[in-house]
């Protein structure tokens, strides 16, 4: 007589079991199945394409009733499974019946997490997990309103994508930095974003959901930051989470899944689980492959065979129809690590593998994924890849080890191949130039062709043709690497973010093809710098992307505490600030207390933690940031002027208090440092400042490029003005014209001694059109630099920087 066994659950996984099950042993159960849902087993992976119209139910259908009737197997439809008796070895069902059983698997897969946020029980709030969600969106999509998808995740995207084909004008509102952020990296992330916009969906990230709005139904959603989002529709994609409240209510051990053995046997042996809902070796599972290991393994458990299951490393696809991405294994940055990183920015292609100790450990691609199956399966066996590492990266095809001959692709080109896009160029045009005018280096085919004279995004391409046309005697012109994460200068870089229009780090590493994946410390604060010059107010600043210095607004020192400097306006100060200082040294027990160089007065010895308290009451008393860390405007020294001195020409404390609230905040390549002296004695040092100020009788000196630190320079002077506007103007022009041309890490005198003292003079004296265009966008980032950095941390920004991870006593610590 055959065993009873009976199923609670008819999703994938025990379907795949069943499947395992009938073939190996067919009559050696009486099956049963008890589904909540009203319907055959179906493939659950493919409801996107039932969302965005390109497949019906019954196509994804596995299981049809004539497949169970076949079988002679019992399907309870619509029939919940309310309790297991586990002494007396029955289930019961919310429309009574009772089932005794021999072996008792549960299947009950997983629950879709809600954000508990006001309003998240308002009609017209979905979440998408099984058919009727599914079948609710379609419904909802009729009216061709707006929905807002929270989750940017691989469901969350799948049902924008779903929902923008069904003609809604979608949002996704996503908590993170980039979409997908578990399975992709930033790089990646960046292509999907833009891919997914490229559709017409509209994407928000870094973006915290405060409430759904609406009274009878959902009218909106509401972000933290106060932005509203009109939405007839929501759709919770945030997450799942094993559904274990069946096996819990019955005495079974449950963790974050359903605990079960290598054999899926529960801590009942008669009851087994499978599938999202259980646990094994602390992980859970919400991929159909590792589903699909353990059905294999809990049907040869079912017939006595010896099977165990050891776990699984998964694998991720959007099923997004025109998008391709692949993701598997453990791509996380860390010191044992390397990695094998190609961009092809005109194809949007994006491959990186991660390997440690020679072997891969995790790999993502974007926009060619052919080989994903080939990297994961080296994965998966953890095979040594050393001798064909040199090409590994470029697939299967070439895992003979052979290395490639990066003239052949050029070489193989038809003349008619457009080599230039922006303007046109074709092979034949290149080469024919010259040899036709005997043209010998890059600059001279640009002139003549045109080729990579606009983005500059097929130099590599151009240089190649001239390498091949002029062979061993083209001896390219090398420019400096910014770092050896990119062939690119700085001077490079800076021209493709303009040309490109590139608007974030990621963005700028895919599309100049970055030959790592995420940068290192030479680079990302180079770019950060870049990107928020070229493009203030639309530039959000990567706070990870800082030295220390800057990201916690103060200097550290050897002893691994900090110091303050509040920022006193020319130098000057009052009875109040420095009761205030005063305060705050005796408050937080600060060791030292002394007078810089530059007129101000330095907190030093303070606490990591204590920096917000010590902040908090220095702003109380009306002071800001002194930037003293900043690669930005320090301080503008002075004299007493006029007002004090018997020598003073002009009001030189006044005129440094304008100039210190006029460009205080201002991010620029290096540290910057002003001083203005009152007359030519120069008490205040102006002659070896980034920009000095030397008051005489007929007006003002203005001089630049002077240095006392590592380097002494001396300033030279660029003119001679007669008004205080003017110095201002000067100013803010010479501020800017630096910020636009100089080189991360270079100091005003480093870049004029690049760029020429007198195609400065000419930009900022004589060209007077161009001085005031300077001035004019220095006054338009300067409307988005003047923010108090001690503020908006006082007020909760990035409190996570000043917690300490764990109070470790000396105790504690030997244990």
């Known amino acids: 007589m055959a065993e009873r066994l009976l199923i609670v659950g008819n999703g994938m996984a025990p379907g795949r079991m069943l499947?395992?099950?009938?073939?190996?042993?067919?009559?050696?159960?009486?099956?049963?199945?008890?589904?909540?849902?009203?319907?055959?087993?179906?493939?659950?992976?493919?409801?996107?394409?039932?969302?965005?119209?390109?497949?019906?139910?019954?196509?994804?259908?596995?299981?049809?009733?004539?497949?169970?009737?076949?079988?002679?197997?019992?399907?309870?439809?619509?029939?919940?499974?309310?309790?297991?008796?586990?002494?007396?070895?029955?289930?019961?069902?919310?429309?009574?019946?009772?089932?005794?059983?021999?072996?008792?698997?549960?299947?009950?897969?997983?629950?879709?997490?809600?954000?508990p946020v006001p309003g998240h029980t308002l009609p017209g709030v979905l979440s998408y997990r099984d058919l009727d969600d599914v079948d609710a969106m379609i419904l909802a999509s009729k009216a061709r309103g707006n929905a807002v998808v929270i989750g940017g995740g691989l469901l969350g995207l799948e049902a924008a994508a779903g929902l923008a084909e069904q003609g809604m004008d979608v949002t996704v509102v996503h908590l993170m930095p980039t979409l997908m952020e578990r399975q992709l990296d930033a790089s990646a992330g960046y292509l999907l974003k833009k891919e997914i916009e490229r559709r017409g969906i509209k994407v928000v990230t870094g973006a915290n959901t405060k409430a759904i709005l609406g009274t009878s139904r959902v009218e909106g959603v509401e972000l933290e930051d106060g932005t509203v989002l009109p939405a007839s529709l929501v759709v919770m994609a945030v997450g799942i989470r094993p559904n274990g409240w069946l096996a819990k209510e019955s005495g079974l051990t449950v963790n974050r899944g359903i605990v079960v053995d290598d054999q899926m046997r529960t801590s009942d042996p008669d009851i087994f689980s499978l599938g999202e809902c259980v646990e094994h070796r602390g992980a859970t599972y919400g991929l159909v492959a590792p589903l699909y290991e353990m059905a294999g393994v809990l049907a040869r458990t079912l017939i006595d065979e010896p099977a165990a299951y050891n776990g699984s490393v998964t694998a991720t696809k959007l099923k997004v129809t025109g998008i391709s991405l692949f993701s598997a294994g453990d791509f996380a940055e860390a010191k044992d690590r390397e990695e094998i990183v190609l961009r092809d920015a005109a194809r949007g292609v994006y491959k990186r593998l991660v390997l440690k100790e020679g072997k891969i450990i995790g790999t993502v691609l974007y926009g060619d994924v052919e080989d994903g199956a080939w990297f994961f399966q080296l994965l998966r066996e953890g095979a040594d890849i050393a001798e064909m590492r040199q090409t590994l990266i470029f697939g299967q095809g070439y895992a003979g080890g052979a290395p490639l001959d990066p003239m052949?692709?050029?070489?193989?080109?038809?003349?008619?191949?457009?080599?230039?896009?922006?303007?046109?160029?074709?092979?034949?045009?290149?080469?024919?130039?010259?040899?036709?005018?005997?043209?010998?280096?890059?600059?001279?085919?640009?002139?003549?062709?045109?080729?990579?004279?606009?983005?500059?995004?097929?130099?590599?391409?151009?240089?190649?043709?001239i390498g091949l046309t002029l062979g061993d005697t083209y001896a390219p012109k090398v420019s400096k690497a910014a770092c050896g994460c990119t062939d690119l200068g700085h001077d490079d870089i800076r021209r493709l973010i303009i040309a490109k229009e590139l608007k974030s780090i990621p963005a700028v590493m895919q599309e100049l093809e970055w030959k790592t994946s995420c940068g290192c410390s030479k680079c990302r604060p180079a770019l950060n710098y870049y990107l928020l010059a070229t493009w203030p107010g639309d530039y959000t600043d990567d706070n990870q992307s800082r030295f220390i210095n800057e990201r916690v607004h103060a200097n550290i020192q050897k002893d691994g505490t900090y110091s303050v400097v509040p920022r006193m306006w020319g130098g000057m100060t009052s009875a109040k600030e420095l009761r205030a200082i005063a305060d705050v040294a005796d408050k937080f027990n600060i060791p030292s207390v002394k007078v810089t160089g530059g007129q101000r007065i330095?907190?030093?010895?303070?606490?990591?933690?204590?920096?917000?308290?010590?902040?908090?009451?220095?702003?109380?008393?009306?002071?800001?940031?002194?930037?003293?860390?900043?690669?930005?405007l320090r301080t503008v020294k002075t004299c007493v002027g006029t007002e004090w001195c018997r020598f003073g020409t002009q009001d030189s404390t006044g005129l440094g208090i304008k100039l210190e609230k006029f460009t205080w905040g201002s991010w620029t390549p290096h540290k910057v440092k002003l001083g203005v002296s009152g007359c030519p004695r120069n008490c205040a040092e102006a002659t070896v400042k980034d920009i000095g100020i030397i008051c005489v009788d007929s007006g003002y000196e203005f001089h630049i490029a002077g240095a006392a630190g590592l380097e002494v320079k001396q300033t030279v002077l660029l003119c001679k003005i007669e008004t205080e506007e003017e110095v201002l103007e000067y100013t803010g022009a010479l501020m800017q014209l630096y910020r636009e041309q100089a080189h991360y890490l270079d100091r005003i005198h480093k870049w004029m001694h690049r760029v020429g003292f007198d195609t400065v003079k000419q930009q900022i004296v004589e060209d007077h059109e161009r001085r005031r265009a300077l001035f004019a966008r220095f006054v338009h980032a300067q409307s988005f630099a003047q923010v108090d950095p001690w503020a908006e941390r006082v007020a909760g920004a990035f409190d996570y920087e000043f917690k300490p991870l764990a109070d470790l006593r000396f105790a504690q610590a030997a244990e």
């Open 408 to 465: 052949a692709a050029v070489a193989a080109l038809p003349d008619e191949a457009e080599i230039c896009g922006c303007n046109g160029v074709c092979k034949s045009k290149i080469t024919g130039a010259i040899t036709a005018n005997g043209l010998t280096s890059l600059e001279e085919v640009r002139a003549v062709t045109k080729a990579s004279a606009s983005c500059g995004s097929c130099t590599g391409l151009v240089e190649k043709l």
């Open 602 to 632: 330095d907190l030093l010895g303070v606490k990591k933690e204590d920096l917000p308290g010590v902040w908090a009451d220095l702003n109380a008393a009306g002071m800001v940031s002194g930037h003293a860390y900043a690669k930005g």
């Open 19 to 115: 499947e395992h099950l009938l073939d190996k042993a067919p009559g050696r159960y009486d099956i049963t199945i008890f589904n909540a849902e009203p319907r055959v087993n179906y493939d659950r992976i493919m409801l996107s394409p039932v969302l965005s119209g390109e497949k019906s139910y019954e196509q994804i259908v596995i299981h049809g009733d004539g497949w169970y009737i076949k079988n002679g197997i019992t399907l309870h439809k619509g029939t919940k499974v309310t309790g297991i008796d586990r002494a007396a070895k029955t289930i019961s069902t919310d429309n009574g019946l009772v089932e005794s059983y021999d072996k008792l698997v549960i299947a009950t897969g997983s629950v879709p997490f809600i954000i």
